[in-house]
């Protein structure tokens, strides 16, 4: 069974730059999350999905980050504009139905300069 | 809300010798409880977690972690640790209702096994 796939693996962009990323979960999954996870730090949760739909974005900056996820398969995840502070490794993760166990990508490490 | 501590940011240890990584958590309702490995720039591999039923629970790669709920505490025990253990182990909380599903982490601990 594939896992989880996420691209770009590395991304370096200068600050007031947009950057996007994409994850395509486990075939069948229908809850996909967006981690930030910054250096020295366990993963914070930005986003929750069920199917196309949002159940949690609360601690999403939307200011300057915004994801979607079409057809309830494939997500993107938006930042526009970066800032230094937005360097960290994002993780997309998916489960069955919002089941306990979340597989995780190997994540997408954005450097913004 | 739930929160959780590891309560030890490194952990230095032998080849062979056992070891303990700790992990409290806090939480008013009940909650599932994990722990996954992150080896250099990869992402999480779930180790083990605890659902419900037996306290004690046996997870990949030999470890094992014990449920206290009187001490909220779901601490990470191997007996005797391979120099592929060196990695970071994060310890997560997930909460029924509307937050089953998404985990909370603590701040990872950085196991180093030495020759």
Redesign the interface.
Not at chain 2, 41 to 46: D, F, I, K, P, S
């Given at each position: 069974e594939a896992g989880v796939a996420q691209s770009p693996r590395y991304k370096i962009i200068e600050k007031r730059q947009s950057v996007a990323f994409w994850c395509n979960p486990i075939s069948g999954h229908a809850t996909l999350y967006w981690y930030q996870q910054i250096l020295g730090q366990g993963p914070k949760l930005l986003i929750q999905f069920q199917n196309n739909g949002v159940v949690d974005d609360s601690q999403l900056p939307k200011d300057r980050f915004s994801a979607e996820r079409l057809k309830g398969v494939d997500s993107t995840l938006k930042i526009q504009p970066a800032k230094l502070e937005d360097s960290a490794v994002y993780l997309c993760a998916s489960s069955l139905n919002r089941g306990p166990e979340a597989f995780f990508g190997q994540g997408t490490r954005l450097t913004v300069v | 809300a739930q929160s959780?501590t590891q309560l030890d940011s490194q952990v230095p240890v032998f080849e062979e010798a056992p070891v303990e990584l700790r992990c409290n958590y806090s939480s008013s309702v009940s909650v599932?409880l994990?722990w996954?490995v992150q080896y250099p720039?990869?992402?999480?591999?779930?180790l083990l977690?605890y659902?419900s039923g037996s306290t004690l629970v046996k997870g990949i790669n030999g470890f094992e972690a014990e449920f206290n709920k009187s001490q909220t505490s779901f601490h990470l025990r191997k007996p005797s640790v391979h120099i592929s253990d060196t990695a970071e182990y994060?310890c997560?909380v997930?909460a029924g209702g509307t937050s089953?599903?998404?985990?909370?982490?603590?701040?990872?601990t950085i196991l180093t096994v030495h020759p």
């Open positions: - | 959780v599932y994990f996954y720039n990869q992402g999480l591999q779930l977690k659902l994060f997560a997930s089953y599903g998404k985990l909370t982490f603590g701040q990872g």
